[in-house]
């Protein structure tokens, strides 16, 4: 068995194939970030025996796709909570409350910064510039959802609601 086969279920391999074919067959490592995006959606996560074995699929160097992939905050090296909660720290939203923000939900959620909750269903990070300072304090859930105008107690609405929706 080859290792993409052992490491990429077969969804995942027809997956990479539609993303590799909207490039030309030696343009392949363009579907990079693509495909990490695949890998993470099915696994929570990628791991380094995977990202090995997506550097044979996109016929790539393995430290190439290291390289996207450690460059993104989007991906995520280890496993996370249900709920990964990255609050934008960057200098404007500082100044707006993102720090604070940080500071409340760790409080809340009784964890530190870059940990995961012992029930796993949070885990709280720092975030780069998410190009909203406008709305700040900003933060994103699971590298999808912007949440804007963050109050502590809008913070707590949100982390109560995603609580609640888990328990039903």
């Known amino acids: 068995m080859n290792s993409t086969a052992e490491h990429f279920s077969a969804e995942t391999m027809q997956r990479f ?8 067959d030696d343009q ?4 990079v970030i693509a495909c990490l995006s ?3 959606q099915e696994n929570g996560f990628v791991s380094p025996v995977q990202e090995k ?5 996109l016929q790539m160097p393995v430290m190439a796709v290291h390289e996207v992939f450690t460059f993104y905050n989007m991906f995520n090296q280890q496993p996370v909570g249900r709920f990964k909660i990255n609050v934008c720290t960057n200098l404007p939203c500082q100044l ?8 409340h939900l760790c409080k809340k959620l009784n964890i530190e910064t870059g940990e995961t909750t012992a029930d796993g269903m949070f ?14 304090p900003v933060l994103l ?3 999808r959802n912007m949440c804007s105008f963050m109050s502590h107690g809008k913070l707590d609405q949100l982390i109560d609601g995603l609580q609640q929706a888990e328990a039903k």
Request: proline letters at 4%.
């Open 28 to 31: 392949k490592q363009s579907a």
């Open 96 to 103: 707006r409350g993102g720090q604070h923000a940080l500071e």
């Open 17 to 24: 194939q539609h993303e590799l074919s909207k490039y030309p």
């Open 123 to 136: 885990t709280l990070q720092p975030g780069e510039c998410m190009g909203a300072c406008a709305d700040a």
């Open 141 to 143: 859930v699971n590298d």
């Open 38 to 40: 695949i890998v993470q």
């Open 53 to 57: 074995a997506l550097a044979a699929v």
